[in-house]
């Protein structure tokens, strides 16, 4: 059985879909009787065509030819050089627009978009750190830069603009990737294209939230409709959908019901990074020091002058996640005063995350905090660090109001650390008996469930929840995961 897998998320962060990405990839490549070709592409460049012939075939160009074109590749994907001069500007923008106005043009024509080659054996430097490095050890080289890849040249984006320009015609028409020889495509998010006959094209759907909650999300007029009409096609055209946990099964099928029946529940896989470790809580404040959001603590982070990188140990709870809207971060802020003003006085928060989507409100909320040092914005945390910040932490926060599937919960849990979160269903599926639940719009709540397990009268209640959370946590291991993908695929081939 040979599956194309969607690459484009490894190209972007360290967790998350691109973290799914890299592990399903390498994943399936393990599969007895199943080949894995990587597609590579683009959110929002066009790239240069690969090779026309695969990786082992009769050889149509010289070896020179095909390393020089195998090299533009990689040069394409490279994001531009900011201080261009007006003119090259005007001439990007005008020959991205030529190449947009082609692709819309072959779509409406019902051309299909070939689907070229690209051969790793003089590139693996490339395929492992820009697409695997930041997720899978050093073991998986040889059979994740092994592996044969494809080149899609129209960007994620432009096929999505296809798509919402010819609705607003009447009907929505998508780009037709030639996936012939493909038995199954999978896609980390709804696909704006269509494939071949003969490929069964598979969504592995992380949530609803551009349809659920779009006044959460970034671009919401246009991510709202570029979710929906995908997702709209991709139902149509009788593609499968697995679905990352239950809760998002049933947004799902809330919004198509009768794709019920081409539905499956498969879960994330954890990686390898997260495990009980033993290590001294002292190494915190070092790591603190070390990853300190430079654009939010400004000096103080280049300086080293916030009374954080001085002390020894010190307690502190922590939340993983993007700084964006629905993960609810100022409500744990004000949870987190409750709990020092009550029996805490010395607890600091700890975000480790990115700047997301209208941040500056939830930055602005904690500023005051921030420049104390008791509030503290963590980035480019490796994972061998965060796994130390897990088991450390007085207890790993995850307040959000919707999620997909809840990465942070489980990783704390592996890590051997504890958990509250919020009290919404793909919480409760996902965590089981291993976390202590809250609402996520009270924070009087989430303060009396955080101090339920941070303090030391209930230390018999925290150990209960470490060894629920290293039983929960291994469901989500590969091994658990890997058998459920197998006997999924088996199922397209009958």
Same mark, same amino acid.
């Given at each position: 059985?040979?599956?194309?897998?969607?690459?484009?998320?490894?190209?972007?962060?360290?967790?998350?879909?691109?973290?799914?990405?890299?592990?399903?990839?390498?994943?399936?490549?393990?599969?007895?009787?199943?080949?894995?070709?990587?597609?590579?592409?683009?959110?929002?460049?066009?790239?240069?065509?690969?090779?026309?012939?695969?990786?082992?075939?009769?050889?149509?160009?010289?070896?020179?030819?095909?390393?020089?074109?195998?090299?533009?590749?990689?040069?394409?994907?490279?994001?531009?050089?900011?201080?261009?001069?007006? *003119? *090259?500007?005007?001439?990007?923008?005008?020959?991205?627009?030529?190449?947009?106005?082609?692709?819309?043009?072959?779509? !409406?024509?019902?051309?299909?978009?070939?689907?070229?080659?690209?051969?790793?054996?003089?590139?693996?430097?490339?395929? #492992? %750190?820009?697409?695997?490095?930041?997720?899978?050890?050093?073991?998986?080289?040889?059979?994740?830069?092994?592996?044969?890849?494809?080149? *899609?040249?129209?960007?994620?984006?432009?096929?999505?603009?296809?798509?919402?320009?010819?609705?607003?015609?009447?009907?929505?028409?998508?780009?037709? !990737?030639?996936?012939?020889?493909?038995?199954?495509?999978?896609?980390?998010?709804?696909?704006?294209?269509?494939?071949?006959?003969?490929?069964?094209?598979?969504?592995?759907?992380?949530?609803?939230?551009?349809?659920?909650?779009?006044?959460?999300?970034?671009?919401?007029?246009?991510?709202?409709?570029?979710?929906?009409?995908?997702?709209?096609?991709?139902?149509?055209?009788?593609?499968?959908?697995?679905?990352?946990?239950?809760?998002?099964?049933?947004?799902?099928?809330?919004?198509?019901?009768?794709?019920?029946?081409?539905?499956?529940?498969? +879960?994330?896989?954890?990686?390898?990074?997260?495990?009980?470790?033993?290590?001294?809580?002292?190494?915190?404040?070092?790591?603190?020091?070390? %990853?300190?959001?430079?654009?939010?603590?400004?000096?103080?982070?280049?300086?080293?002058?916030?009374?954080?990188?001085?002390?020894?140990?010190?307690?502190?709870?922590?939340?993983?996640?993007?700084?964006?809207?629905?993960?609810?971060?100022?409500?744990?802020?004000?949870? #987190?005063?409750?709990?020092?003003?009550?029996?805490?006085?010395?607890?600091?928060?700890?975000?480790?995350?990115?700047?997301?989507?209208?941040?500056?409100?939830?930055?602005?909320?904690?500023?005051?905090?921030?420049?104390?040092?008791?509030?503290?914005?963590?980035?480019?945390?490796?994972?061998?660090?965060?796994?130390?910040?897990?088991?450390?932490?007085?207890?790993?926060?995850?307040?959000?109001?919707?999620?997909?599937?809840?990465?942070?919960?489980?990783?704390?849990?592996?890590?051997?650390?504890?958990?509250? *979160?919020?009290?919404?269903?793909?919480? %409760?599926?996902?965590?089981?008996?291993?976390?202590?639940?809250?609402?996520?719009?009270?924070?009087?709540?989430?303060?009396?469930?955080?101090?339920?397990?941070?303090?030391?009268?209930?230390?018999?209640?925290?150990?209960?929840?470490?060894?629920?959370?290293?039983?929960?946590?291994?469901?989500? !291991?590969?091994?658990?995961?890997? +058998?459920?993908?197998?006997?999924?695929?088996?199922? !397209?081939? %009958?």
């Amino acid at each position: 059985m040979r599956i194309l897998v969607e690459l484009r998320p490894a190209l972007e962060g360290h967790a998350g879909i691109p973290q799914e990405t890299r592990l399903l990839f390498r994943a399936l490549g393990q599969l007895d009787g199943v080949e894995v070709q990587g597609l590579i592409q683009s959110s929002d460049r066009f790239l240069v065509a690969g090779l026309p012939d695969a990786p082992g075939s009769s050889r149509s160009l010289p070896e020179d030819e095909r390393i020089d074109r195998l090299s533009r590749v990689v040069v394409s994907l490279q994001p531009p050089v900011e201080r261009r001069r007006l *003119a *090259a500007r005007i001439l990007s923008r005008v020959v991205r627009l030529t190449a947009l106005v082609a692709l819309l043009t072959r779509s !409406l024509l019902g051309k299909r978009q070939t689907l070229t080659w690209f051969d790793a054996v003089h590139f693996r430097d490339f395929a #492992w %750190r820009m697409l695997f490095a930041k997720t899978l050890p050093v073991e998986d080289f040889a059979q994740v830069t092994g592996s044969k890849f494809r080149v *899609a040249r129209a960007p994620y984006g432009a096929m999505h603009a296809c798509g919402l320009a010819t609705h607003k015609l009447g009907h929505a028409v998508y780009p037709r !990737l030639d996936t012939r020889g493909v038995d199954a495509m999978l896609a980390l998010t709804p696909y704006p294209a269509t494939v071949a006959d003969g490929t069964t094209l598979v969504v592995r759907y992380f949530d609803a939230v551009p349809l659920m909650m779009p006044h959460t999300i970034i671009n919401k007029a246009r991510h709202q409709a570029m979710h929906y009409q995908a997702l709209r096609r991709n139902v149509a055209s009788g593609a499968y959908f697995a679905c990352c946990s239950d809760a998002t099964r049933r947004d799902l099928l809330a919004v198509f019901p009768e794709v019920e029946a081409r539905t499956v529940t498969i +879960p994330c896989m954890l990686s390898h990074h997260y495990f009980a470790e033993e290590s001294s809580p002292r190494r915190a404040p070092e790591i603190v020091a070390r %990853r300190l959001n430079a654009v939010v603590h400004g000096a103080s982070a280049a300086s080293g002058s916030l009374p954080v990188v001085n002390e020894v140990t010190f307690d502190y709870l922590l939340m993983v996640s993007t700084l964006e809207p629905r993960k609810n971060h100022t409500m744990l802020v004000e949870a #987190w005063e409750q709990l020092r003003n009550d029996a805490h006085p010395k607890l600091k928060l700890v975000f480790v995350g990115s700047l997301g989507w209208d941040h500056e409100a939830i930055v602005d909320r904690m500023r005051f905090w921030v420049e104390r040092g008791d509030v503290l914005l963590l980035s480019g945390v490796p994972a061998d660090e965060l796994r130390l910040l897990y088991r450390h932490a007085c207890a790993t926060v995850c307040p959000s109001f919707a999620e997909g599937f809840g990465y942070a919960g489980v990783e704390a849990m592996r890590s051997g650390g504890v958990v509250a *979160a919020s009290d919404i269903p793909v919480h %409760r599926e996902v965590y089981g008996d291993a976390a202590e639940y809250f609402s996520p719009y009270s924070s009087v709540d989430a303060a009396t469930a955080i101090a339920r397990v941070i303090d030391p009268a209930h230390v018999a209640r925290r150990n209960e929840l470490v060894t629920a959370g290293a039983r929960i946590a291994a469901r989500y !291991l590969p091994e658990s995961v890997l +058998p459920q993908w197998r006997e999924f695929l088996k199922g !397209l081939e %009958r």
